[in-house]
């Protein structure tokens, strides 16, 4: 079903809650893998897709249609992982790194990787790109996710996060200069 489906059957207060269903069901597991990939723990991510299902049905009436519809709930979701970020960082007093560090040590009990020996698996490269990832800052990370794994095009990440697309762009190369110059330090000490 369209979105503008969805949002003529959320229009008619007889098939609102079917809609907002229909809603869920069709962006519930990508917004999930969104946020995963900036949170990293599943519980975390869960809450946060609650969170912001909740300010979709709360804001939907609100959605004017200036922006397509997943675009807005993407929008959404990212404030709230922005947000949930930035306030385990005051709520705790952590710097920057400390927060990192949990997010790293998430990381590593949530994977089953075992060095294997002289080849790496894929799942010890995935682990690898996902340490890179975690050195990066919030919206750096956020951008190279929407960009790398997602593969939406720089016009939707704009949208999206309200940036101009020239600087999401330079944040991209930069996040991968990053990515590149972390895996190659840790492949030289390894």
């Not at 690898?128 to 939707?156: C, G, I, S, T």
Request: hydrophobic content about 35%; charged content about 30%.
């Amino acid at each position: 079903m369209t979105d503008e489906e969805i949002l003529a059957k959320y229009r008619d207060p007889s098939s609102r809650n079917y809609a907002f269903n229909l809603l869920v069901r069709k962006y519930q597991q990508k917004i999930y893998w969104h946020i995963r990939k900036m949170v990293i723990d599943h519980d975390d991510a869960d809450d946060l897709v609650q969170e912001t299902f909740i300010k979709v049905w709360n804001s939907l009436e609100q959605f004017r249609g200036d922006s397509q519809l997943y675009t807005w709930v993407y929008r959404i979701a990212t404030n709230e992982c922005l947000n949930f970020l930035n306030k385990k960082r005051r709520r705790f007093f952590l710097p920057i790194g400390d927060v990192e560090g949990e997010l790293m040590e998430k990381l590593e009990s949530n994977s089953s990787y075992v060095t294997s020996g002289s080849e790496p698996t894929g799942e010890e490269v995935q682990m690898k790109l996902q340490k890179a990832l975690l050195k990066l800052p919030d919206k750096q990370r956020l951008v190279f996710n929407m960009k790398y794994f997602d593969d939406m095009k720089y016009e939707e990440i704009a949208d999206i996060t309200g940036t101009s697309v020239g600087a999401l762009k330079a944040s991209y190369h930069l996040a991968v200069k990053k990515i590149e110059d972390f895996i190659t330090k840790t492949d030289t000490t390894d």
